[in-house]
């Protein structure tokens, strides 16, 4: 009764914010009931409206009261990644006059899986063609059974998964309390470098030079060559991360989801995820997902080729080439990606 009280109460806060904020604009209420500001546990996940699949346990049932003894370590882990992104946001709202409410939009990265009852938000450069190619041996009621047959371009045609936005506000909200939302993270910087490398320093594709090598040349270097102007196919590391911390930057609209951060590509303070999985032990993490799912026997997460993996040496190699000034911006950038995933502040960094 006190509990059915204070959530009353809450709801009743939450409500009256809602209204005062967002009034006529497109606005998904029920995002604030998933918002982080409450503790994971004390919503209950098995209340489900009559949905499912007859006789089986869903992977939320799995994760949050796992039957299976082996998987019970793990879910003292997720409940622990769980609690760092809330504690997280919680800090970040708190400093924050931000608010914003969640719209369809915001969605593009939520790819669904209505069979297994799945939300994934792929995140790139953190094995998401791998995960998305998994996603479509789930979602493919046959059609694939191993992910590494399907060729990395087919993962990334848009048509091939649905994504949570193309849905209604009703089925929505609907799959956000019900599913089991999951997302896959790395060091924000190691990330940053990977993405760098691949897109600015190899020459098998030339499309990120013309869209953003060209605009960073012209603006960043003096002197540049007509070459460099044309094809901007020689990014340095420096005056990429000039473009990053640039405000004009931020003007132009969101980041390139190559660089963009986690926070704002899925949104981890407004979508409650139930499972933080990590770049550093993906394949454990990966096969859990599976194993929650009920596919762990019949699929694995491919392995991958660590050989051309960015590092953390890597890493501090390209960071001790910008200025003091740009390490802390970019410190700044990509700071609640740090925070919220648990991510020490790097050791090579030159902050104050
Ligand atoms: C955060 O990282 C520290 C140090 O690496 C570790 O001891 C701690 O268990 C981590 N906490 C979570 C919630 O992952
Ligand atoms: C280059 O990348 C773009 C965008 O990622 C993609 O559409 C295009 O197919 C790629 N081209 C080649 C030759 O891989
Ligand atoms: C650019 O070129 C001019 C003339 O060649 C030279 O005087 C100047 O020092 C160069 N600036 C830079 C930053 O290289
Ligand atoms: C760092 O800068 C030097 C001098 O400009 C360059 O030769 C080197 O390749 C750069 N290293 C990295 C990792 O970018």
Known sequence: MKQTLSELM??????????????GSFILVIFYFQSMFQPVMRRNPFVVDGCCRKGS?????????????ELSGAAVLHQARRDQVVDSCRVYSASSRKRRVLTPGDLKHLVVDEDHELIYCY?????????????????????YSD????????????????????YSIAEINHRLKN?????????????LVSAYRNKFTLKYNSSFHKRFGTRIIRRYRKNATQ???LNGADVKFKEFAEYLVDPATQ?????????????????????????????????DDANYVLRLVGVGDSLRFPSYAKSTRTTDAMTAQFFSNISTQQQVQLYQLYKMDFLMFNYSTPSYLRLD
Request: aromatic share 10%.
């Open 227 to 229: 070459d460099a102007l």
């Open 179 to 191: 599913y089991l939302k999951f997302l896959f993270v790395r060091e924000p910087f190691e990330r």
């Open 57 to 69: 346990r869903n992977a939320l049932q799995e994760l949050y009261n796992p039957t299976q003894p």
């Open 10 to 23: 809450r709801m009743s806060r939450i409500c009256r914010m809602v209204f005062a904020t967002c009034l």
């Open 251 to 283: 003007r132009d609209g969101p980041l390139n989801e190559h660089w963009q951060t986690v926070y704002q590509l899925c949104h981890p303070c407004h979508i409650h995820y139930d499972l933080v999985g990590k770049y550093d032990t993906l394949e």
């Open 123 to 143: 995140v790139p450069k953190v094995a998401c063609t791998n995960w998305k190619r998994v996603m479509m041996v789930l979602t493919g009621r046959g059609k």
């Open 147 to 166: 992910p590494m047959e399907i060729p990395s371009n087919e993962a990334h045609i848009p048509s091939n998964l649905k994504t949570l936005n193309q």
